[in-house]
């Protein structure tokens, strides 16, 4: 008899983890592809970041590679069969559902999405060096470190995000600069006018970013006026890019419903996609909150769904 999994879980960030650990213990018997390249690398985005001051349970803190061993012992614990592989096909188009990587393929009665999404990055030189150190895609995330509290910081965007992340950095910089290439911003009217009559935020107009300055840590951003090309450095320690994510769902295209940006569509309230029995957590759909708490929260939601769905059908 074929080997048939009650439940296969693609991703292995807080979502796809906190859906383990809900499903294994309803006895489910979850199996988890938890990729190895594609997404950056195994249990997500957090793995890529340091210090994680805003998850619940740690008032000290905790480094996010740390934070997603927990996550991956627990689900671990209680019995989650996990291999570090990425898929490469999937089909969703009849039951049992398939889902292969290059060493298996393995046949599931239901399915959760938990593959995550990626930063856009920009490339720079220092960009490599500087990452983590100064240099951020998460203002929310990093932004309340000590290390940038009433220093001068940097946006690079100038869409809804970008004007969100810089409000909220006033809070915490001396002054927050808005690099935006363009001669107006790319935000909702209303999100203009929270820029406009933010006294701590400066928009650079016209200005593209070059590179982030500095040996171990940023303290500085080079950028260039894209009509006079004079290059310049500004003193800042930290740099932000709010430039938008990519969702890692390349390899469902053409079987779930993605919006126009490549984000899983689910049904409202629920974390169903399309196609029964295909639930999807975590960043792969969730394009406003972005956090590994409501990340985790989705997971057990489509947790909790893909037992009562199973139920339902009673297979």
């Known amino acids: ?28 018997k979850p199996f988890m592809f938890e990729g ?15 210090d994680v ?40 188009s009849k039951r049992p559902f398939v889902i292969k990587s290059e060493q298996r393929e393995v046949k599931a009665k239901s399915v959760i999405i938990a593959t995550g999404a990626v930063a856009k990055r ?15 895609a998460c203002a929310v995330c990093d932004g309340a470190l000590p290390f940038f509290k009433n220093q001068p910081l940097m946006v690079i965007g100038g ?51 070059e590179d982030a300055i500095g040996d171990d840590f940023v303290t500085g951003a080079r950028v260039q006026n894209v009509k006079s090309k004079e290059v310049k450095d500004i003193p800042v320690a930290g740099i932000f890019y709010a430039i938008g994510h990519t969702p890692n769902t390349q390899m469902f295209e053409g079987q779930l419903d993605l919006d126009e940006i490549g984000y899983i569509k689910v049904k409202a309230g629920t974390q169903k996609t399309n196609i029964e029995g295909v639930f999807a957590a975590g960043d792969v759909h969730d394009h406003k909150y972005r956090q590994a708490v409501t990340a985790a929260g989705t997971g057990c939601a489509a947790a909790l769904e893909a037992e009562r769905w199973l139920a339902e059908q009673n297979i």
Do not use: C
């Open 53 to 92: 001051e805003n998850y619940p349970g740690f008032p000290d803190g905790i480094q996010g590679p740390e934070l997603m061993q927990l996550f991956r012992k627990q689900a671990e614990r209680f019995g989650t069969e996990m291999v570090g592989e990425d898929i490469v096909e999937v089909g969703f």
């Open 159 to 209: 869409g809804d995000t970008a004007v969100e992340e810089a409000s909220y950095l006033t809070k915490f910089g001396s002054v927050v600069y808005l690099v935006h290439r363009r001669d107006e911003l790319r935000a909702s009217k209303i999100m203009q006018k929270r820029a406009f009559d933010n006294k701590k935020l400066e928009i650079i107009w016209d200005t593209t970013f």
């Open 122 to 136: 920009m490339g720079v030189p220092n960009e490599e060096k500087m990452w983590n150190n100064g240099m951020s």
């Open 1 to 28: 008899m074929e080997d048939l999994k009650d439940l296969v879980i693609i991703g292995s960030g807080p979502a796809g983890h906190t859906a383990a650990i809900y499903a294994a213990r309803a006895n489910l």
């Open 36 to 50: 190895y390249v594609a997404g950056g690398s195994a249990g997500g985005q957090l793995t890529t970041t340091t």
